[in-house]
């Protein structure tokens, strides 16, 4: 792939309805590029302040490599408290490490909710879905999936970072394999978080790849996207 899309803050206009809370997580999703029924699922999780279509996007470049897998781009549960317009998945006005927690475990129970109900809609087991997250969306994905019962196929995190580390080792309930890829200018999620959620994972028992992406910032580039569709095709197989 030659394209270097850029995926990051795409602030997308919603609809009112984004005033109240979203109880039940629904977004775009993109169909099997086989036309049949889905063999496997590829949830894909936003970052702050966009909403599903952000992601959705990343579909028709890995589809034609994974033709049986299904693509859900889920809004985050809560309007954006940073702006009039998209979702998030936990405040970012609290930096804190407890405030972090707390809204992980908040948004992770409506995600967990969420994964049972659409692989139960297609009759598939965890070993059958993948997560995709960026930013936000991948604090997400590196906080639900560890701590599910039976291991995912798999995660990809871009551009994100592991919230409570020091808690990982005692919560942890799988071991997923995992793909971390991030720019090295990254203005909005520090680089170095990449290296200190590889490490935390690893004392955890849990298998890391890593992505250096130099000079790009809070963003996906066109290897960065290759990476993580190569690293899908190989779990989900």
């Known amino acids: 792939m030659t394209a270097r899309p850029r995926i990051g803050y795409a602030f997308v206009q919603t609809s009112p309805e984004s ?10 999703s ?3 590029h086989s036309g049949g ?6 949830i894909l999780l936003h970052g ?9 996007g ?4 890995w589809a034609p490599h994974l033709p049986d897998a299904e693509f859900l781009s889920p809004n ?3 309007p954006c408290d940073m702006a009039p317009y998209g979702y998030q998945w936990l405040s970012a006005r609290d930096p804190s490490p407890e405030a972090r927690l707390a809204g992980a475990r908040a948004a992770g129970a409506m995600l967990d909710a969420f994964i049972d109900d659409e692989l139960a809609k297609r009759d598939l087991g965890e070993g059958d879905l993948a997560l995709v997250g960026f930013s936000q969306g991948t604090m997400m994905s590196l906080f639900v999936g560890p701590r599910r019962e039976r291991p995912l196929a798999g995660i990809v995190g871009y551009s994100g970072r592991l919230i409570a580390p020091q808690l990982l080792a005692g919560e942890l309930r799988s071991r997923p ?3 971390l890829v991030h720019g090295t200018d990254d203005p909005m999620v520090a680089y170095d978080s990449m290296a200190e959620a590889e490490t935390a994972l690893n004392a955890a ?4 790849e890593t992505m250096s992406c130099p000079g790009i910032g809070h963003s996906i580039d066109g290897h960065g996207l290759q990476r993580g569709g190569q690293f899908l095709v190989r779990v989900l197989s």
Do not use: C, Q
């Open 48 to 56: 702050l302040g966009a909403d599903g279509n952000d992601l959705i």
């Open 19 to 28: 005033d109240t809370m979203n109880l039940t997580l629904s977004g775009p």
């Open 30 to 32: 993109h169909p099997p």
């Open 58 to 61: 990343l579909a028709p470049y």
């Open 205 to 208: 028992g849990v298998s890391v």
């Open 37 to 42: 029924k889905p063999k496997r699922l590829v």
């Open 177 to 179: 394999p995992i793909l």
């Open 76 to 78: 985050a549960p809560f």
